[in-house]
């Protein structure tokens, strides 16, 4: 079994700390369980970072399945792919990607996607109908999009409240796009919203 590393805020020189992954270290497998991830699906991460969830992701898809992991930083990417060549995972193809531009994948790909604390970001508040418009696009019909933001309620210092999304915003901002929303559960700090592609 692959041993995740929660590890968060990789520097532009390389430098690493080690710590819980955002909005407190949420348990991947209750996130898949919740998005019916299984055994042959392909799994898109983006917004990956370090593979948090990319790296137990793949080893639940299985050899049959694959891991599409996305992110905009370089540094993130090179790490993820040595720390998956370091445990023998060879089913996560890793690409450097910005989310709300046009994606480097074909129609229809991915089975499951997942968004973890990444739509509060500065820069995206105003690109969800490119954002969603590519995602409905290379999800297949009946796919799977999760969604993971903090709640407002949460005291941690690590999201200042003014970038926090209420799981009602992201329900009404993304259903317009051919989403239909299916699900929310309490991760604690954080929530897991999902929906259905139509």
Not at 78 to 100: F, K, W
Not at 113 to 129: A, F, K, N, Q, T
């Amino acid at each position: 079994m692959i041993k995740w590393r929660t590890r968060f805020g990789c520097q532009p020189d390389g430098f690493r700390t080690e710590s819980r992954c955002s909005f407190g270290g949420q348990d991947p497998e209750r996130v898949f369980d919740s998005l019916n991830l299984r055994s042959g699906d392909c799994f898109l991460d983006a917004g990956c970072g370090l593979g948090e969830y990319s790296l137990p992701a793949a080893e639940r898809v299985g050899p049959t399945g694959a891991v599409i992991a996305l992110d905009r930083d370089p540094h993130m990417i090179r790490q993820l792919r040595r720390d998956a060549n370091t445990s023998s995972v060879n089913n996560i193809m890793n690409l450097i990607a910005t989310l709300g531009a046009q994606l480097p994948l074909r129609n229809q790909s991915a089975d499951v996607c997942l968004i973890s604390s990444v739509l509060h970001m500065p820069g995206l508040d105003d690109r969800w109908e490119v954002l969603f418009t590519e995602l409905h696009r290379v999800l297949r019909h009946g796919a799977r999009l999760g969604i993971i933001e903090a709640h407002k309620s949460d005291v941690s210092p690590e999201l200042p409240l003014h970038l926090r999304l209420t799981p009602e915003t992201i329900i009404t901002g993304i259903q317009p796009y051919g989403f239909k929303w299916s699900g929310l559960i309490d991760l604690s700090s954080s929530y897991l919203v999902w929906f259905e592609r139509a």
